[in-house]
Nanobody, 119 residues
Framework: QVQLVESGGGLVQPGGSLRLSCAVS????????MGWYRQTPGKQRDLVAT???????KYADSVKGRFTISRDNAKNTVYLQMNSLKPEDTAVYYC?????????????WGRGTQVTVSS
């Protein structure tokens, strides 16, 4: 079983910064990729950023140049540094991990952390 625990959300003013963390624990095979998604009420969950085990990254166009995803493989932790935050970044942010075990891939989600950008 694999658990993902997010932290670092909160309330921040426009233009401010937040850093999200997600720690992965449990025995679910090797972690192939980790990422962050976000969701607002009534809308689908959208990709924010992903990072593979080879540290290849991908970002949504709306966050390019403002957000940076990174990972610490030794700690099985992924981070999302969010700068120049805008009100439209307000959402619940979910951590995601894809693991591989015996040639089978598994996907796991955290419970989410609220990010609110407001003055």
């Amino acid at each position: 079983q694999v658990q993902l625990v997010e932290s670092g959300g909160g309330l921040v003013q426009p233009g401010g910064s937040l850093r999200l963390s997600c720690a992965v624990s449990g025995s679910g095979g090797s972690i192939k990729a980790m990422g962050w998604y976000r969701q607002t009420p009534g809308k689908q969950r959208d990709l924010v950023a992903t990072i593979t085990s080879g540290v290849s990254t991908k970002y949504a166009d709306s966050v390019k140049g403002r957000f940076t995803i990174s990972r610490d493989n030794a700690k099985n932790t992924v981070y999302l540094q969010m700068n120049s935050l805008k009100p439209e970044d307000t959402a619940v942010y979910y951590c995601n991990a894809i693991t591989s075990l015996a040639s089978t891939s598994f996907q796991y989600w955290g419970r989410g952390t609220q990010v609110t950008v407001s003055s």
